[in-house]
C-alpha cells in the first residue's frame, strides 16, 4: 500500500523561504503525478502546484506563481515544493498528493482526481 509522508513544514517570518518535501512508500516504481494542496483553518482545501509523472510539466496556481517552484527528485515518486517570499496568507496544511494519470504528462489539478494523500505538514508565515 502506497504511503506519502511530507516534511519540511514550520515557522517562519513573511518574506522566508521554506521546502516541504514528500516522499511515496510501499509501491511501485511507477511514476505517479504528483501535487500540493494547502488548507488554511475555516477553509477549502485549495490546489497549490502539480507535476506531471513524466516530470517535465508543471502547473501553479495563481496565488503562488512566481515564489513557489514544484520538482521531482532523482528517488523514484518523491516530490518538493521550494516555496520563496513567503506571506501570512500562506499558512495552512499543506499536503502531498499522488495519482497514476492516463498520459505522463497530466497535470491535472483536481484534488477530488487523487486518490493518494500525506497527513500534512503545517506551514506558518508570521508577520
Same mark, same amino acid.
Given at each position: 500500500? /502506497?504511503?506519502?509522508? =511530507? $516534511?519540511?513544514?514550520?515557522? /517562519? =517570518?513573511?518574506?522566508?523561504?521554506?521546502?516541504? *518535501?514528500?516522499?511515496?512508500?510501499?509501491? $511501485?516504481? +511507477? %511514476?505517479?503525478?504528483?501535487?500540493?494542496? @494547502?488548507?488554511? #483553518?475555516g477553509k477549502e482545501r485549495e490546489f497549490v502546484a502539480v507535476? *506531471?509523472?513524466?516530470?517535465? @510539466?508543471?502547473?501553479?496556481?495563481?496565488? /503562488?506563481? =512566481? @515564489?513557489f517552484t514544484i520538482s521531482r527528485g532523482n528517488a523514484a515518486n518523491t516530490v518538493f515544493l521550494q516555496m520563496n517570499?513567503?506571506? #501570512? =496568507?500562506? $499558512?495552512? /496544511?499543506?499536503?502531498?498528493?499522488?495519482?497514476? #494519470?492516463? $498520459? @505522463?504528462? +497530466?497535470?491535472?489539478?483536481?484534488? +477530488?482526481?487523487? %486518490?493518494?494523500?500525506? #497527513?500534512?505538514?503545517?506551514?506558518?508565515?508570521?508577520?
Open positions: 500500500q /502506497v504511503q506519502l509522508v =511530507e $516534511t519540511g513544514g514550520g515557522l /517562519v =517570518e513573511a518574506g522566508g523561504s521554506l521546502r516541504l *518535501s514528500c516522499a511515496a512508500s510501499g509501491g $511501485t516504481d +511507477s %511514476p505517479y503525478a504528483m501535487g500540493w494542496f @494547502r488548507q488554511a #483553518p507535476i *506531471s509523472a513524466s516530470g517535465d @510539466r508543471t502547473k501553479c496556481a495563481d496565488s /503562488v506563481k =512566481e @515564489r517570499s513567503l506571506k #501570512p =496568507e500562506d $499558512t495552512a /496544511v499543506y499536503y502531498c498528493a499522488a495519482r497514476q #494519470p492516463n $498520459t @505522463r504528462s +497530466s497535470t491535472f489539478s483536481g484534488a +477530488s482526481a487523487y %486518490p493518494l494523500w500525506g #497527513p500534512g505538514t503545517q506551514v506558518t508565515v508570521s508577520s
